[in-house]
C-alpha cells in the first residue's frame, strides 16, 4: 500500500513561486512513477508533470514548461514540484499520484495512477 501525502501549497502573487512535496513514494514497483496533477473549480483534473523515480526521466505540460520542476530526493522518499513564474490561471488543488506504469504517451491521464494524495490549494492571485 502506498500513502501519500503532499504539502507546500499557499497564496501567492503572480510571478512568485511554491514548492509543493509529495512524501511517502517509497520508490516501490508500485510508485516507481509519481505524478502531480491540479484540479481548478469546474475543470477537469489535468496533469501537470510526473516522474520516474528510478531514473529521472520526467515529462511536462505544455503549459508548465520551463515554469515548473519535479525532482526527487530518495533519501526522504519525497518528490517535490518547484513552482516559479505562477500565473493565476495555475490556481487550484494540486494532488500528487503514484503508478507501477504510465505510458509515454499517457503520462498525464489520472487513470494512469492509482495511489493519490489529499491534494494542497495553491492560489495565485494577479
Known amino acids: 500500500q502506498v500513502q501519500l501525502v503532499d504539502s507546500g501549497g499557499g497564496s501567492v502573487q503572480a510571478g512568485g513561486s511554491l514548492r509543493l512535496s509529495c512524501a511517502g513514494a517509497r520508490y516501490t514497483y508500485s510508485s516507481q512513477y509519481v505524478g502531480w496533477f491540479r484540479q481548478a473549480p469546474g475543470k477537469e483534473r489535468e496533469g501537470v508533470a510526473s516522474?520516474?523515480?528510478?531514473?529521472?526521466?520526467?515529462y511536462y505540460a505544455d503549459s508548465v514548461k520551463g515554469r515548473f520542476t519535479i525532482s526527487q530526493d530518495r533519501a526522504k522518499n519525497t518528490v517535490y514540484l518547484q513552482m516559479n513564474s505562477l500565473k493565476p490561471e495555475d490556481t487550484g488543488m494540486y494532488y500528487c499520484?503514484?503508478?507501477?506504469?504510465?505510458?509515454?504517451?499517457?503520462?498525464?491521464?489520472?487513470?494512469?495512477?492509482?495511489?493519490w494524495g489529499q491534494g494542497t490549494q495553491v492560489t495565485v492571485s494577479s
Open positions: 499520484a503514484a503508478s507501477a506504469f504510465v505510458g509515454v504517451s499517457t503520462w498525464y491521464r489520472d487513470t494512469e495512477y492509482n495511489y
Open positions: 516522474i520516474y523515480t528510478r531514473g529521472d526521466r520526467t
